[in-house]
């Protein structure tokens, strides 16, 4: 009987998340493509910049340990590439060092606030990522950056 309450509630709790998930909808407002006008489609909304972009690539990957209470439980392995204006991709080269240690602190931050737990690449987690790296980056370049696109991310157990 000691066992049979703890379980009938984790089945109750369960059911009860399954259901709340099932009848809630899902709002798109906040994802970028809903933004879109009647009759643009969304090749024609992402392409709509104006002024001419390129895509830096930087040169290595970034490492991010996951803390948890127990201490260490997995790394995460990212790569990330700026969109920039024309202009300013040599910058991006040139400022490499300061924009892996923004960069860095902006990771290390949202693995700090479980970030990188759970479903860590859901679309709410990861637009939020995407803010304060883009941010992050805008901040060290004094602008002309477009996006931070990422390109590669694994999470691996430790």
Known sequence: M???IPVML????AGAGAGAGYLVPLDPSHLPLAHATE???AIEMLDNHTEPTKIVKLSNQFIIPVIED???SALVIMSLSLEVTEEKSQS???LEPRLRDGIMKVLFDHSSH???SGRYYSEDKMAVLRKYLLQSAQDIMGGGVQGVLITDLVRQAA
């Open 2 to 4: 000691k066992i049979l």
């Open 70 to 72: 127990d201490g260490e």
């Open 10 to 13: 984790a089945v109750l709790g």
């Open 114 to 116: 479980g970030g990188f």
């Open 92 to 94: 991006v080269f040139d």
């Open 39 to 41: 009759g643009e489609t």
